[in-house]
Nanobody, 128 residues
Framework: QVQLVDSGGGLVQAGGSLRLSCAAS????????VAWFRQAPGKERELVAA????????YYGDSVKDRFTISRDNTKNTGYLQMNSLKPEDTAVYYC?????????????????????WGQGTHVIVSS
């Protein structure tokens, strides 16, 4: 089982940027799809972005397209989410997740049940 630690959240003004990191340990996460989910108070956990094990395919939710960028460095066992032009509606707890090993299908079809490893969550608060 891969253990994940996510970090990089904080308080930022609207229009600002943050970079979230997801550090994996315990075993390599190379075969795993890496994803970022977020959950705002009173809302369901939603898939924000995902990247295949070989970085060939990426997915972004409609609300974050052209603002967020997901990436990974398999040599460092670390995933990243660069968030630019942040909006108050981006306020949520962000979770990194790893799973769906060697997945080659549509990343948009993945949900929380497809991921077996989760970070503890990092808070992102965007003030207006």
């Amino acid at each position: 089982q891969v253990q994940l630690v996510d970090s990089g959240g904080g308080l930022v003004q609207a229009g600002g940027s943050l970079r979230l990191s997801c550090a994996a340990s315990g075993r390599t996460f190379i075969p795993s799809t890496v994803a970022w989910f977020r959950q705002a108070p009173g809302k369901e956990r939603e898939l924000v972005a995902a990247i295949t094990w070989n970085s060939i395919k990426t997915y972004y939710g409609d609300s974050v397209k052209d603002r967020f960028t997901i990436s990974r460095d398999n040599t460092k066992n670390t995933g990243y989410l660069q968030m630019n032009s942040l909006k108050p509606e981006d306020t949520a707890v962000y979770y990194c997740a790893a799973g769906a090993q060697l997945y080659t299908g549509s990343l948009a079809r993945l949900g929380p049940v497809d991921f077996g490893s989760w970070g503890q969550g990092t808070h992102v608060i965007v003030s207006s």
